[in-house]
């Protein structure tokens, strides 16, 4: 039996401790917003934190995020329902167009704005580097993620309900 914390929740898996932390989020927990892509680590789809880093759940093998807290993006809006200011602002600047690689790029620059609060453009491309994005949106992610760090930077997100 492994234990895992996933957005806040102590949760027992019987499941082999070498099988992707991704599958056990997705077809086991059936938490279906962290997406599968390339299976080896490089596009960035299946990316949620363990212990506030980035990870890529794909090659993260269950028994290395036993004892750590996981957070997936069903995690990351708040308790009220309001979505995290990275959220809103993917909405507020229209990133997503397929929408596929849209949880782990939030994912990844939620990361970077809780490293970085405010991040020049080289640090953008930087952190969001391993983050593929099929239709070519990065000027629309670079902008949504500027206009995240100054709501988050002055408190003003007038995030939305979700739901």
Do not use: F
Not at 35 to 57: E, F, S
Not at 107 to 125: C, F, G, K, R
Request: hydrophobic residues 35%.
């Amino acid at each position: 039996m492994t234990q895992l914390k996933i957005n806040g929740r102590i949760t027992q898996l019987d499941v082999d401790p070498a099988m992707p932390l991704l599958w056990a989020i997705r077809e086991t927990l059936n938490l279906s917003g962290t997406k599968y892509g390339c299976g080896i680590a490089q596009c960035g789809a299946c990316t949620v934190h363990l212990n506030g880093v980035p990870i890529r759940a794909c090659s993260t093998p269950v028994s290395a995020a036993e004892g750590g807290e996981i957070t997936t993006i069903e995690g990351v809006a708040g308790d009220d329902g309001r979505l995290h200011a990275v959220q809103q602002a993917w909405i507020d600047h229209q990133v997503p167009q397929c929408g596929y690689c849209q949880s782990g790029q939030i994912m990844s620059a939620i990361a970077l704005l809780q490293a970085n609060p405010d991040p020049s453009d080289a640090d953008i491309d930087d952190a969001m580097r391993g983050n593929i994005c099929r239709c070519g949106a990065y000027g629309r992610i670079r902008a949504a993620i500027k206009t995240a760090a100054i709501q988050t930077s002055t408190g003003t997100q007038e995030g939305q309900k979700n739901g």
